[in-house]
Structure formats: structure tokens, C-alpha cells
């Protein structure tokens, strides 16, 4: 049934995505007025023609019927960049859950309005000969400001406005008065505000591995027969994924293409970013959180004219509104911050894909330790799978030693190092090369495990290891599972049973305890605050200037370090039991990741992991760099309890200052969603769990609930989303509570 009511925005800005206007669909137009489409509309009391965009379809009439205007016209060639993004909008909406407003200002380019940057030139408007008269006049006269300017402009022809108002001190009242009288004329130049400063351009003569150009050649072959893929490059870290990527780029943006590099946030280095300018030039620009306002602003502003074929930066940049777009890269695609952590909660990896289709876009993803869902995908033919085994030049896969903190502990040493690490520290210390410490913080809430035997409290029913609360329970922030803390190890009977954790500015304290020679740097979000931080600890440690890095998950992303000759993972175990079902995949890969940081140059490279689980497969996987036998394990278990990507799982999350009504809504969400699978007949393959606090229970005095249901098929899951958001409009009960959905969260809640 053809739509009868169109929401329509006139002035796509950042403030006025809120504010739609509803016209009536002429019964010629209907199969025209599709989400995104550019419509010409009658607006105002004089009833003036503008152009619109379409963000809403429906059949209720928002005022009376006879108050509401038709559409005048669609436009037909009116697929312009913004009639892209509302289409994507509209499918993140649909695909992810949420409402088109939040979507829209995900996509939409423009944060707010930022005052233009501007180049004034004051020239003369008229002939030498002119203004030599004029300037004898103004003498006569005693026009002092006028003759000093004439005077000028007589010898320069052109002088930059500022230099007029504060070196020639000339009013602005005297330029208006000369202006007037056709003497001088103001020339307008818009600037734009570049974040990459103009450097000597440097193009390298790449030789790429017989490997790599194997890649090369099959992705551009198929793009230039008009085949649009995606395609997931495995690389082993060293493997010279980067080299790939940018041989198959400067193809692409020679057919007079664009396109789009997504880097994590935390990877995007000034060692990576000049990689690319060397390469390409000023005809790159980067989106990253730590640009004002301004910057970023002109980045879109340059994308859209034109002035730029890369952009370069994380999750936000795939939304750059590119006119020409040709092909999206993904790198480190198994990181979750390219998941959303907001509403909507979008994955970047399925946006860019559906983006690509939208654009008819290639897209390339790659990784050392590709997520399981990438993985999957290429197995199963969605994805085209391409391998680089070996590292690139002289460098070779550093080797890797286990160290059982459990046999630690029966030699009495009680140390944050083993004593294998602290005789490899000080090895390299003797031989004037670097190390690297890495401190596996990530996602780590608080488990409790046994020092003397590495059991680990997890729940019967979920398989996620409990969470410590401070009234002496663990409780499972899946089901709701509670039990109190043992006083003695369950498991061996000992004594040393507690949480576990240790901090960065603590190892920082003990290195230089235990190596007081050693310079010491240490990079985690209490050094990294501001905005040029990163980048002068990672210069301080390339040039030498310590010879110890510590620091979390910060320090192992992409970094290439050719003197670290050791790296020194503390306590692997820290995310192995974070209460995630995803606990051993990021495991796996922090591990791989971090070992790839050592032997990067011409020296050998040696890796400790230090483990109270040195014989868990993620651990022994990591260590022979077996990507293959930790994915075949890992799919089983997830297979078994139906975690993704076996299956898939809609997280909704409902919050309220009110406890008992945040209770209340839950249940009846339960409830609701049963009711739904009922009827439909798949109550029996849909799996739904809770209602259960949340592991944050309560932040800032606002109560948290959580549900979670498990189905195989995602579009089942979008059904129960569609049918919950009907359900929440039409009940009282939801007054007062924010509901949120997130399909395959990576993270818990």
C-alpha cells in the first residue's frame, strides 16, 4: 500500500535534523517519494517552491488533512550525497534500532555551524594612473588613512586585509569609504582549516612481496571489470597490510575515485597518517575526536567539494560525504570500537558494506586476528578471503615463551615479572635495545580467580565468569545468578582466591624498582588526556628516549617499533575472564597483536606471556600464532551456547531514576517478547534471558535492567524489535524509562 504522508527536512543543519515538515504524496508521485528522495515542496504562507529531502513515510496525517500541503515535485536526478546518507540513515534505523533522528545525526556531516575561515586581499579597483590621482585629491584633503593606503597599494597592488587594519592601522570605515568610490575592491578567499600541516612530499618506490601483489592485482582486476566485493585480507602483524591497502588505493583514485580508510582511533598515529601523505599527498585529510570543532567542520566541507580523494580516521569517517566514493577500508576490523556505543548502536563493518552498495563501492577489510564474524563470512563465500603468511623484509615472527605464574608462585616469588621476563628485561637493557610491557586490562571487571591453581568463578548456567560485587556475592550479569565470594578455592582449597588486578601506574612503579637505570614511559588514558599526547610518548620511544614502554591496550595497536626486541605480557589472563562471551577472542587477539610489537626490524624478537592459564586454547594459540585452530575452537563453544556469530543476540537495556518501574517495564518487555515468538511459532529456537540488573546496576542514580534473546536467524530479531518499539509507544508503563536495543553488543553491559 502506497505511503500517503511524507516528513520532509528543508535545511539539513545539525539543529534543524529535529524539526520535519508533513505534505501529502500525490497519488503520481508515490512510487517517486522513496526515504531520501530530493522533493521540491510549496513552503510558507507565499507558498515559495525549496528543495527538501524525504526522512519519514506514513499514513497518519499529523494535522488536520486539509491544513496539509502536496509535494509539488520529486526531483528525478536528485540522488545527491545527502539522499545517500538519509537512505543509509533510514537502513541503520531499521537494521540497528533506533529512532531516524538519532540515525540522521549519526550520518549527517554537519555537528553545527562553525565560523568560516576567511583570506581578505584589498587590491585596487581602477588603473596606477587612477589612484595616483585620487591619492593627490586625498592629499589636498588631508585624508591621511586614505593616502597611506593608496599610497600602498600604488606599490604592492595587493595587501592582506589584516596588514591593512593592524600594520597600516587603516579604519575599516576608510576601506568601506574607498569601496564605495570604486577605488579598492576586498577579494574573499574561504580557507579551510587542514589538521595535516603541508610537509615535503617524499614518494617512496615500494616493492611489494610476491604475496602482496597477488593481492593487489586480483582486488584491482575485479574492480576495473566493474565487480564491487568485499574482500578480508588475514596478515599475519609485520605482513605489510598497509602496502596493500595503498597500492590498491592509488588505483582506485586514478579512475577518479574516493575513498575512505578506517582506522581505530587509537591506532590513528602521526606515524600512520604520514605513511599516507608521503604516499598521496595533500589530497588526504583525517577525521579523528581530537579536532576542533573548526577542523573538522572543513574536512567534510573539502570532501564534499572535491578538494580530497582519503579520508582517513575511525568509525565516524565512513560517513564522509564523498560525491565519487569508490572504495572502503576497514583495518584492525576486529576492534570493537567500531561498534557504537550509543544510540544508534551500529556496527561500522556493516554500515560500510551496506554504504558500499549504496555507492557501488568496494570494500576491503584487514586484520592479523580477524573477528569471528568476518571470519565466518569468508569461509562461507560472503566474503572474498586473501592470506599474508610471512613477514615483509628481514623481520621474522618473534619467538613466544608461556610462563605458568602458578609454578611462579611455588618458587616464592611473589614479583609482577617472572623470572624468566626479568632476565630477558635485563638482557636487552645490557644490549641498549627496547621493551615493551603490556598490561591486559582490557575489559577486566573484577573476576575472582585462584592464585595457587587458576580456577576461575564462573556461572553454571552462562559460562561468563561472575562479578564481584561489594557486599560479598558474585553475581552473573547475564541471568542473575548469584552466589557468595568463597573464602578458600573451590577448585584446590587454597587460600589465595581473590580479585585480580594491577594497574599501570603500579608496574610503572615496580620497573623502575626493579630496574632503577631503565628510562621509563608509560601511555594509558591518564597520560594520553591531551591532544597531542599520544603522539609525543610514541615519538619519545622512536627516538630512543626510553628504553621501557608500559602501558595497556593503547600500546600494541599498529605500532612499529624496530629496537623493541622484547615484549613482556603481564597478566594475560585479565581479559581471558571479563564477564563477555567474546573474553577469549579479545584474549587471543590482544595477545597476537602484542606479540606482533616485537623483532619489527632487522633483531630477533622474543615475547612472555605470563598466565595463571597457560593451557587455555586462546593462550597456546595466541603463542603459536594458530589463528585457524583458535577459530575452529572458539566456533564450537559458541556454536554450543549459541553466541554470535553461530547465532545472534539482541541486547535491550532499560533504564529509569525508578527502580520498580524499570523492573516493571522489563518484565513486561519479557513478557511481550514471548508473546511475539509465541505467536509467530519460534518461541522454541528464540532464546530469551532476564530480566537481570545490568553489571552496572545502577550510574548516576538511574537503575539498569537488561534482557537478552538469543535467535539464529537476525531478521526474527528485528521482528521482536519492531514489535517491542510498537509495544513501548502504545503503553503507559514506559513513561519515565529509556529503552535501548543493541544487536550482537560487544560489549556487556
Known sequence: MAMKYADIIVDISHENLDR?????????????????????????????????????LSNEPKWKEDLIKPIHEIVSDGLVIESQLIQLAYWIKETFGSTMNDALKTVIPVKKTVKAKEKKTIKLAESIEAAKEHLEIFKIKNNKGRV??????????????????????????????????????????????????????????????????????????????????????????????????????????????????????????????????????????????????????????????????????PRSALFTPFQNLGLIIIDEEHEGTYKSENPPKYHAREVAIKRGQLSNASVILGSATPSLESYKNALEGRYKLYTLKSRIGKSIMPKIWIVDLREELKKKNKSIFSIQLKELMEDRLR?????????????????????????????????????????????????????????????CGSKYIATFGTGTQKVEEMVKKEFPGARVLRMDMDTTKNKDSHEKILSSFANGEADILVGTQMIVKGHDFPMVTLVGILAADLSLYAADYRAAERTYQLLAQASGRAGRGELPGEVVIQSYQPDHYSIKAASEDDYIGFYNQEMAYRELLKYPPA????????????????????????????????????????????????????????????????????????GIKDYLEGYINYSEHFNGCNVQFDFNPMNSY
Not at 606599490?155 to 589584516?162: M, S, T, V
Not at 576601506?175 to 577605488?183: A, F, G, S
Not at 585462584?450 to 547475564?478: E, Q
Not at 546496576?697 to 538511574?702: L, P
Request: glycine letters at 6%.
Open 148 to 313: 597611506r593606503l593608496l599610497e600602498e597599494l600604488i606599490k604592492e597592488e595587493a595587501i592582506d586585509y589584516d596588514v591593512v587594519i593592524h600594520k597600516l592601522n587603516i579604519a575599516r570605515t576608510t576601506i568601506q569609504d574607498l569601496e564605495k568610490l570604486d577605488i579598492i575592491t576586498t577579494d574573499v578567499e574561504r580557507l579551510y582549516r587542514n589538521p595535516i600541516q603541508n610537509r615535503t612530499i617524499n614518494k617512496e618506490q615500494v616493492h611489494l612481496t610476491e604475496e602482496q601483489q597477488i593481492i593487489v592485482d586480483s582486488i584491482i582486476k575485479e574492480y576495473r571489470e566493474n565487480i564491487r566485493g568485499t574482500y578480508l585480507i588475514h596478515g599475519v602483524t609485520g605482513s605489510g597490510k598497509t602496502e596493500v591497502y595503498m597500492e590498491i588505493i592509488s588505483d582506485v583514485i586514478s579512475q577518479g575515485k574516493q575513498v575512505i580508510m578506517l582506522i581505530p582511533e587509537i591506532a590513528l598515529t602521526y606515524q600512520t597518517v604520514m605513511r599516507f601523505y608521503k604516499r598521496f599527498g595533500d589530497r588526504i585529510s583525517i577525521m579523528n575526536s581530537r579536532l576542533s570543532q573548526g577542523e573538522r567542520y572543513d574536512q567534510y566541507l573539502r570532501a564534499k567539494k572535491g578538494d580530497i580523494d582519503i579520508m582517513i580516521g
Open 647 to 718: 547465532a545472534h543476540i539482541l541486547a535491550i537495556l532499560i533504564a529509569s531514576k525508578d527502580e520498580k518501574k524499570a523492573m516493571t517495564a522489563s518484565e513486561l518487555l519479557c513478557g511481550a517478547g514471548k508473546d511475539w515468538t509465541s505467536k509467530e511459532g519460534i518461541s522454541e529456537e528464540t532464546v530469551i534471558i532476564g530480566p537481570a540488573a545490568a553489571s552496572l546496576a545502577k550510574a548516576n542514580d538511574i537503575y539498569r535492567f537488561m534482557i537478552y534473546i538469543k535467535q539464529s536467524d537476525y531478521d526474527v530479531l528485528i
Open 20 to 56: 520535519t515538515y508533513q505534505y501529502s504524496i500525490p497519488v503520481e508521485l508515490s512510487e517517486q517519494a522513496v526515504i531520501g528522495a530530493l522533493a521540491v515542496v510549496p513552503f510558507g504562507k507565499g507558498n515559495r517552491l525549496i528543495k527538501g529531502y524525504i526522512v519519514h
Open 431 to 491: 644490549k641498549k635495545q627496547q621493551i615493551m610491557l603490556f598490561i591486559n586490562r582490557r575489559g577486566y571487571a573484577g573476576f575472582v580467580s585462584c592464585r595457587s591453581c587458576g580456577h576461575v568463578m564462573k556461572c553454571p548456567h552462562c559460562d561468563i565468569s561472575l562479578t564481584a560485587h561489594n557486599n560479598g556475592t558474585l553475581v552473573c550479569h547475564y541471568c542473575g545468578y548469584s552466589e557468595s565470594t568463597p573464602v578458600n578455592c573451590p577448585s
